[in-house]
């Protein structure tokens, strides 16, 4: 029993459908542990000035992280390991010791200077906070730079994992970072004080490294020093992963922090939350399927089959719409019931909760819009084109940056507009509504990111089809026909349910949620809608019922 049970663990997933949901569903499992974490910080601080630091904290780390992907992406590692691999086990164990090697020297150096050099960058990350809060700034921000050495590794593991389908362990990992966390939370701060939070992460990081290590080994990888680098594999990685590799989501968060701290106390806070929440469904539907198509892609393109690469892409395609789509409506009706369910305990009041749910409001655009960028943006590096999602992230941070400042501008010289939107957000009665501009602008940036991405892979690939555009016009249809209902039933059932209880909105928000859900699915079943049939299909196969793959320790000889 015990054995099988390890087996499974390390058992091979092959197909695409299987795969997206068991990382999904793993996802899940991560991202329920993320909202106890968050309510706990919520519940604890509240949107103030401790929390702010705390977030803020993340953006350099963040960043250096980022720029670990250099040597560590999926998207440039993997079809070159697969390539090694066709080639002998040998070769893949040098290729994998080798980048192993230039990652502890690269990423070592750059957390020494950032180390030393922090005073100098915690003005510029917040420079809105008090003297005394930019100390605490600096002395969190060092603890956290751990996190991208640890992480990093466990990236670089975590794609020898992923090209042979290991995808269980892979999908553990962040069920354990956040675990981590939550220890930090509980056990850390009351012993430490603030800094015990981020020991929480570096003691998340750990666990989230620590536990792919036995399947690497199993596998017959053991990663040592080698410094016989091959500079003609170093130049195939850096192609593949420099333009990836920039970093501009967090050079944009590091600039919308920037702004948020200026703006008053909490404002990181509320944005930091809700973009937590929007982080939930994206993670679950557009990571999980963007990670699981990806060595589908590289090995379909690699071997000349661009029919079926093209078909993979759409496929997942649709399975994101189909996903993403209620998502979008689901947040936008329910955002007051689910950040007051989610956050609204403790030192997180009513005022709290408000402008986190009109914050996620806008955030909620970029659920599809993001999910596609995922997608897409693999889908270009599975075909070697780095280049032309290189430019267009660079011009979606850029947009993001711009309507950043100019919404704030504008909001700040016309009333009117101000009064409009906060109208509209029923935030009127509230202060420090400016920050509501800044989630506004990530989803115009996410918006254009897709958008140009889709047009470039169209004329690249030419894969619009019939069935893709019946997806579109079918999930479109059953997310007009959901957001009716449950407004309707919100409307209806508004007296029904005592609102200033816990108890009272969860019931609110669930049944207007759940007859929604019902009737737009049923939709879906009359419609004979492709992208539901799927699921149920992979879902009736039950992961534990597909064959184990028992993969046995291998020296290069036996290859």
């Given at each position: 029993m015990v054995r099988k049970l390890l087996l499974?663990?390390?058992?091979?997933?092959?197909?695409?459908?299987?795969?997206?949901?068991?990382?999904?569903?793993?996802?899940i499992g991560a991202k329920v542990l993320a909202l106890l974490r968050d309510r706990l910080l919520a519940g604890t601080f509240g949107a103030g000035e401790m929390l702010d630091i705390y977030f803020a904290a993340f953006r350099l780390p963040d960043l250096l992280y980022s720029l670990t992907l250099i040597l560590t992406t999926s998207a440039a590692i993997i079809p070159?390991?697969?390539?090694?691999?066709?080639?002998?086990?040998?070769?893949?164990?040098?290729?994998?010791?080798?980048?192993?090697?230039?990652?502890?020297?690269?990423?070592?150096?750059?957390?020494?200077?950032?180390?030393?050099?922090?005073?100098?960058?915690?003005?510029?990350?917040?420079?809105?906070?008090?003297?005394?809060?930019?100390?605490?700034?600096i002395t969190l921000s060092r603890i956290l730079l751990l996190s991208p050495l640890l992480l990093g590794f466990s990236i670089l593991i975590s794609n020898v994992l992923q090209s042979h389908r290991r995808f269980f362990i892979y999908a553990a990992s962040?069920?354990?970072?956040?675990?981590?966390?939550?220890?930090?939370?509980?056990?850390?701060?009351?012993?430490?004080?603030?800094?015990?939070?981020?020991?929480?992460?570096?003691?998340?990081?750990?666990?989230?490294?620590?536990?792919?290590?036995?399947?690497?080994?199993?596998?017959?990888?053991?990663?040592?020093?080698?410094?016989?680098?091959?500079?003609?594999?170093?130049?195939?990685?850096?192609?593949?992963?420099?333009?990836?590799?920039?970093?501009?989501?967090?050079?944009?968060?590091?600039?919308?922090?920037?702004?948020?701290s200026a703006?008053?106390?909490?404002?990181?806070?509320?944005?930091?939350?809700?973009?937590?929440?929007?982080?939930?469904?994206?993670?679950?539907?557009?990571?999980?399927?963007?990670?699981?198509?990806?060595?589908?892609?590289?090995?379909?393109?690699?071997?000349?089959?661009?029919?079926?690469?093209?078909?993979?892409?759409?496929?997942s395609l649709r399975h994101i719409l189909f996903w993403a789509t209620p998502f979008v409506v689901l947040f936008i009706l329910l955002r007051a019931h689910i950040v007051?369910?989610?956050?609204?305990?403790?030192?997180?009041?009513?005022?709290?909760?408000?402008?986190?749910?009109?914050?996620?409001?806008?955030?909620?655009?970029?659920?599809l819009a993001q999910s596609i960028v995922l997608l897409l943006t693999r889908a270009f590096y599975?075909?070697?084109?780095?280049?032309?999602?290189?430019?267009?992230?660079?011009?979606?941070?850029?947009?993001?940056?711009?309507?950043?400042?100019?919404?704030?501008?504008?909001?700040?010289s016309y009333g009117s507009i101000r009064a409009a939107i906060d109208s509209v957000l029923r935030v009127g009665d509230l202060p420090n509504t400016l920050i509501l501009m800044l989630p506004f602008a990530y989803s115009v940036g996410s918006v254009m990111g897709a958008l140009f991405l889709w047009i470039g892979f169209v004329r690249a690939f030419r894969t619009?089809?019939?069935?893709?555009?019946?997806?579109?016009?079918?999930?479109?249809?059953?997310?007009?026909?959901?957001?009716?209902?449950i407004y309707g039933v919100l409307q209806l059932t508004d007296t029904l349910f005592n609102l200033e209880t816990f108890l009272g909105i969860f019931l609110h928000g669930f049944f207007a949620g759940l007859l929604g859900i019902t009737v737009s699915l049923s939709l879906l079943w009359f419609l004979k809608n492709q992208e539901l049939f799927d699921i149920i299909r992979a879902l009736r196969r039950k992961f534990w019922r597909s064959q184990v793959a028992a993969p046995e320790p291998r020296s290069p000889s036996e290859e």
């Open positions: 499974s663990f390390n058992r091979e997933i092959s197909g695409i459908h299987q795969a997206a949901l068991l990382l999904g569903v793993a996802s070159i390991f697969m390539k090694k691999e066709s080639q002998g086990h040998e070769r893949a164990h040098r290729f994998v010791s080798q980048l192993s090697t230039m990652f502890f020297i690269a990423v070592s150096a750059l957390i020494g200077i950032s180390f030393f050099l922090m005073p100098i960058f915690a003005p510029i990350i917040a420079p809105g906070f008090s003297d005394d809060n930019l100390e605490a700034l962040p069920i354990l970072y956040n675990a981590g966390i939550i220890t930090g939370i509980l056990v850390f701060y009351p012993w430490m004080g603030l800094s015990g939070l981020t020991w929480g992460v570096i003691f998340g990081a750990l666990m989230h490294l620590s536990i792919q290590v036995p399947s690497l080994f199993a596998l017959g990888f053991f990663p040592r020093p080698s410094f016989a680098i091959s500079w003609k594999d170093v130049q195939e990685v850096l192609r593949f992963s420099l333009p990836r590799s920039v970093g501009f989501s967090q050079i944009v968060l590091i600039v919308v922090t920037a702004v948020a703006l008053g106390a909490g404002s990181i806070s509320i944005f930091q939350l809700s973009y937590n929440l929007y982080a939930i469904p994206l993670g679950v539907i557009g990571l999980s399927y963007s990670v699981a198509t990806f060595p589908a892609l590289a090995r379909s393109y690699a071997g000349g089959r661009s029919q079926e690469f093209v078909d993979n892409v759409a496929t007051r369910v989610i956050l609204g305990a403790g030192a997180f009041g009513w005022v709290d909760t408000r402008l986190t749910a009109a914050a996620l409001a806008f955030f909620s655009v970029a659920i599975a075909a070697g084109r780095t280049l032309f999602p290189f430019v267009i992230n660079t011009l979606s941070a850029l947009v993001t940056i711009g309507f950043t400042f100019g919404l704030l501008w504008i909001m700040r619009v089809d019939g069935k893709l555009q019946r997806s579109v016009m079918q999930n479109g249809a059953a997310a007009l026909v959901l957001g009716v209902v």
